[in-house]
């Protein structure tokens, strides 16, 4: 018998019963369901993680006071008690430091914006050394960044974050305008490329102008953030060293002290989130199995219902000359169909979750084809392993029992 | 000949006591006879019925069906004789409920490998011998007894089997539309058809060429009434 003859008479028999159908692979669907919803989450995390989250190019390593992610209320505490990085050390990180192709500084603060009678709250003014190398692919579109020579001489100009620029000027160009930070007046060289948002979080409501300019305004008695580029891939993990023997020097830190600053990079900050996923899709899939198992049993269970019901078609297919390997395809296939059919159903609402979890919540949320891909494969499996028995059971039932059945 | 049987004997063991249901028949069918087989119910006429149809095996003794032994095969090999050897109709016509007329009887020629095309030709010619075409996708449901048992004539006969095997043909059906259908039985036997019918209704059997009678799971007589 070709298998399309199976494929329609496995389908036909779920559409007559078409209510059944449905409930008995509500397991599946929801195993389904969660595996998309959570892969998709997942992968969208990941991908924000790479790209946004971290904002470190590959080769970049950040020194700072503390490290990016605190779990503890206790080390915020002492990240707080420790000195704080100044345009010292950077001095010395650029004199002293062999492995780095650039070294930058960071450091910001939120503040006012005004353009006229225009205003933006809470931008993020960032302080930026030469190259700038946080956030990675900071960019300026129109107009130029600041130049060394401004750097040197703290002049009062700035690059515009794309938001920022947007909602003082509205469509106007803003380059060569003045606009003021917290009532001091900054000429605009520059609008950055926009950045998008991370988390919900506008990457672009930000404001960059020289360190020096900052520390004119604000003062330098805020903890600065140093980062650094690597000659070479390399090179990274001899950075991280030279950088850490100049700080532990001029932190006068004797052998057995621990550090008392970090040094990220993008690595350390995607293997705290991979911990984090990989938790969340070990506990994930535990959930998944365990709803996969109850659903193939309820299906295992429906389809012991419909051999017993179908037993005299069975009869009459075996008098015509039906093969056991018939008959099981019949109803194996008509397993693997309702096992697939719940776990289509569970794809299409776990894209529908997926885009709902898009539209509600700042989660990125990506449907992988590859999630997708899974959850027809696993199905098809639970399909198979849950609907031999009862189609082997119809497979060799005697033909005569079958007929006399009423 | 087309059926050969030799000291056929099923016996089926009920709570520890040994039952036979059939004892020692010798029975031969030529080719183009059209046979009744009777009895009161119990006496193993539809348990010969099962042999014969190659449901069922015996418990001791040989069947020879075209010359081939057919009394030993495994299940799936004998799926494969009924399949193009015999032509079962039902008392209860056994049409499956949910497919239209034409696909139940295209239902033998799938297990056969039949491709669709050829199945469909095939099946409708069926239909058309019993006039019953202009029906084909009409379920059971939506058919008369009468049309419904013309329909698993039709189904009995796609794969030209060797033998046409009836038990108790009419016994669904009114009187006249019962006549019909031993009518459609004759004008098959005229064609050369092969025809065994398991009947307990006297009218029934001696509208056939020769009656079989059991008693007790032996053959008890055994007549030719025509020529």
Redesign the interface.
């Known amino acids: ?2 298998f399309l ?1 199976g494929l329609l008479i496995a389908l ?2 779920l559409w ?1 019963n078409k209510l059944r159908s449905v409930l008995t692979v509500l397991g599946n669907i929801i195993a389904i369901t969660s595996i998309v919803a959570v892969v998709s989450v997942i992968q969208g995390m990941n991908s924000y993680v790479e790209n946004k989250v971290v904002g470190l190019g590959a080769n970049v390593i950040v020194l700072r006071r503390g490290p990016y992610i605190v779990t503890s209320h206790e080390v915020a505490e002492q990240v707080q008690k420790r000195r704080r990085i100044t345009t010292d050390d950077l001095s010395e990180i650029r004199r002293s430091v062999t492995s780095a192709r650039f070294v930058g500084a960071h450091v910001s603060s939120p503040h006012r914006v005004r353009f006229r009678e225009r205003y933006v709250d809470q931008v993020e003014i960032q302080g930026q050394g030469l190259p700038v190398l946080v956030p990675a692919n900071f960019e300026v579109e129109r107009g130029r960044l600041f130049s060394a020579t401004e750097m040197e001489r703290a002049r009062p100009v700035v690059v515009l974050g794309y938001e920022v620029a947007d909602r003082l000027f509205a469509g106007a160009d803003p380059l060569g305008k003045d606009v003021k930070i917290d009532e001091v007046g900054y000429g605009v060289v520059g609008v950055a490329k926009e950045q998008g948002s991370v988390l919900g979080v506008s990457q672009d409501k930000i404001v960059a102008m020289p360190i020096s300019s900052y520390q004119k305004q604000f003062g330098s008695q805020g903890s600065i953030e140093v980062p650094m580029e690597a000659v070479s891939d390399e090179a990274a993990a001899s950075l991280k060293d030279e950088v850490r023997m100049v700080m532990r020097v001029r932190h006068r830190l004797k052998p057995q002290q621990e550090d008392d600053f970090a040094l990220e990079s993008a690595e350390s900050l995607a293997s705290f989130w991979k911990q984090i996923s990989a938790a969340i899709f070990s506990a994930a899939s535990g959930l998944v199995s365990l709803s996969l198992v109850v659903g193939g049993v309820v299906i295992m269970n429906i389809m012991l219902v419909s051999v017993t019901e179908r037993t ?2 069975i ?12 008959i099981l395809w019949q109803f194996l296939i008509e397993a693997v169909a309702l096992s697939t059919l719940g776990g289509i159903l569970g794809v299409l609402l776990g894209w529908g979750l997926c885009f709902a979890i898009r539209a509600a919540t700042p989660l990125p949320a990506i449907m992988s084809p590859w999630s997708v891909m899974l959850a027809l494969v696993i199905v098809f499996v639970v399909g198979i392993v849950f609907g031999i028995y009862p189609a082997n059971r119809a497979a060799r039932l005697d ?2 029992e079958a ?1 006399r059945y009423e | 000949m087309l059926i050969q049987t030799r000291g056929l004997t099923k016996r089926y063991e009920v709570g520890g006591e040994e039952i036979y249901a059939l004892r020692d028949v010798d029975l031969e069918i030529d080719r183009n006879d059209y046979l009744a087989i009777t009895g009161p119910s119990g006496s193993g006429k539809t348990t010969l019925m099962n042999l014969l149809g190659c449901l069922d095996t015996p418990t001791r003794g040989t069947y020879l069906l075209n010359d081939q032994e057919v009394s030993r095969l495994s299940d799936d090999r004998l799926a494969e004789i009924r399949n193009r050897e015999i032509g079962f109709v039902f008392q209860t016509f056994n049409l499956l409920p949910r497919a239209t007329a034409l696909h139940n009887v295209e239902l033998p020629l799938v297990y056969r490998g039949i491709p669709a095309e050829e199945r469909h030709e095939k099946a409708l010619q069926a239909l058309r011998s019993v006039e019953m075409e202009d029906r084909a996708t009409h379920r059971p449901s939506e058919l008369s007894g009468g049309q419904r048992q013309r329909v698993a004539i039709a189904r009995a006969l796609v794969n030209s089997p060797s033998l046409l095997l009836a038990d108790e043909p009419t016994g669904n059906l009114d009187s006249k539309t019962g006549e019909e259908i031993l009518r459609v039985f004759e004008r098959l036997h005229s064609q050369g058809q092969t025809i065994v019918v398991v009947t307990h209704e006297k009218t029934i059997a001696s509208r056939s060429h020769r009656v079989v009678s059991i008693h007790d799971g032996r053959i008890s007589s055994d007549l030719r009434q025509k020529a």
């Open positions: 018998m070709p003859e036909r028999a007559a005299k078609e009869g009459i297919r075996k008098a015509l000359g039906a093969k056991r390997r018939h033909p005569i007929l």
